[in-house]
């Protein structure tokens, strides 16, 4: 199975500022690499799909980037409705993983 | 607009069976599978497999072999997870999650489970 880690587990960051997310997988994914958000007591909501692509709808603040084994969600301008956790996952092979997740908060 | 609409919280005991449905609405249901993700509470997500609805042909992550089925109704654009045997383990919210090939897209509002004695 391919093992998916997001280093940090909790992040704060000042309104206003930038955030970087990052998550290495144990096996290279091909850019087969997604990004969630989930807010307490919601589904979680697909934001970038082939690691750069930002979904319809996602506001232009979240980009993707990376290749191989290591992938970044970078959040521009930190808003309050951008605090929720945030998943990796790969879905190259089975069975598909997901990251620890990453918990942001205002600071 | 594409929706999946998840039947409502479950009480059960170790032992029992529990049977969440996932309706769909909004798109052509056997165009797109269906997975299940398993969130234990204050936990991350677990991916637990997903149903071709074309085929019906279900597959199971390792660790959801055995007390766990996946299964259609097509006619209603409805899948459901069934859990034989309930443990106090299996108690956490599962999800429905539609895939356009592997990659999940939209996602139902979650059903809980409490499994207790």
């Known amino acids: 199975d391919i093992q998916m880690t997001q280093s940090s587990s909790y992040l704060s960051v000042s309104l206003g500022g930038r955030v970087t997310i990052t998550c290495k997988a144990s096996?290279?994914?091909?850019?087969?690499l997604a990004w969630y958000q989930q807010k307490p007591g919601n589904a979680p909501r697909l934001l970038i799909s082939?690691?750069?692509s930002l979904e319809t709808g996602v506001p232009s603040r979240f980009s993707g980037s990376g290749s191989g084994k290591d992938y970044t969600l970078s959040i521009t301008s930190l808003q309050t409705e951008d605090v929720a956790t945030y998943y990796c996952q790969q879905y190259w092979s089975t069975p598909y993983t997901f990251g620890g997740g990453t918990k942001l908060e205002i600071k | 607009q594409i929706q999946l609409v998840q039947s409502g919280p479950e009480l059960k005991k170790p032992g029992e069976t529990v049977k969440i449905s996932c309706k769909a609405s909004?798109?052509?249901?056997?165009?797109?599978?269906m997975n299940w993700v398993k969130q234990a509470p204050g936990k991350g997500l677990k991916w637990m497999g997903w149903?071709?609805?074309?085929?019906?042909?279900?597959t199971y992550a390792d660790d959801f072999k055995g007390r766990f089925a996946f299964s259609l109704e097509t006619s209603a654009s409805t899948a459901y997870l069934q859990i034989n045997n309930l443990k106090n383990e299996d108690t956490a919210t599962y999800f429905c999650?539609?895939?356009?090939?592997?990659?999940?897209?939209?996602w139902g509002q979650g059903t809980s489970v409490t499994v207790s004695s």
């Open positions: 999650a539609r895939s356009e090939g592997p990659l999940m897209d939209y």
């Open positions: 149903i071709n609805t074309y085929t019906g042909e279900p």
């Open positions: 096996d290279h994914i091909n850019n087969w």
């Open positions: 082939g690691a750069t």
């Open positions: 909004g798109y052509t249901f056997t165009n797109y599978g």
